[in-house]
């Protein structure tokens, strides 16, 4: 059982819904394992509800509703917390589970990761992805893709091991000055050992996993899940045959991909490169 927390229930539409889903469920004098028996889910999820580390869903909270009869109460409070969200609401479920992951491992074959995108960049991104986008729209959603690197505060978990396509260094998202500051901002993090780099040199050629931007999560206490995310949509695999499937690939890629010492090397090579234009 997740014990409960003082969790202050005005900090965010999340941790209302988490205090709410709390009171409603003590109130019907019923433990989180046993309200998840009702609803069909784990009662470790309920809790993580409860404390504001997971985001809800509406069907769950439909069936909260249900079973709590709070007459479509936890269900407006999720339209809330969704509304509320600055992610795109097919990823803001994965920023959760990001958060309670012990390792973490990417592949990308056309992109930085969000996580670690500079500014620029992701401006140059959000951009391009809609030209009449307003300004103060780019600016918001520019910061809140920075935001995520709290993710990277703690100096152990979770852990991270990001393998980059060649092709990921030589796209010039930005102009050249900001795709020096992108690849040496990589270069910092590689060099702190927070985070471990590869790239996949271009005379590899084909690879399992060319085209995909894929991060593969384990959990401490959960079976490992897959994001697999392409144009403007996202999908979360838990089936144990699928993530087998995607952890076998990301096998693969890390063995033909540079040494993370020699990854490091082309990183800053290419960096170079973009500063002398």
Known sequence: MVQPKDLNPFESPQAFYGSELRRLREAALLSQEGLGDL???????????????????????????????????LERLCKMVLKATKHAEYFAGVIDLMTSALTIGQVSSVLIPGLFQTEAYARALFESADPSRPADKVAEMVAARVARRWLLDDPT?????VVLHENVLRMPVCDSEGMYEQLTYIAQIARSRRVTFQVVPLSVGAHPLMGSEVTLMTFPEAPPAVYVEV???GHLLDSPEMVSGYVE???????VALSPTASLHMIESVAKEYSAQ
């Open 249 to 255: 690939a990301y096998d693969f890629v890390r063995a």
């Open 39 to 73: 609803v069909f889910c784990s009662g470790a999820y309920v809790g993580q509800l409860e404390s504001a580390n997971r985001r809800p869903q509406i069907d769950l909270s439909q069936r909260f509703d249900a079973v709590l009869k709070s007459d479509g109460h």
């Open 157 to 161: 978990t979770p852990k991270f091991w």
């Open 231 to 233: 144009a403007r949509s």
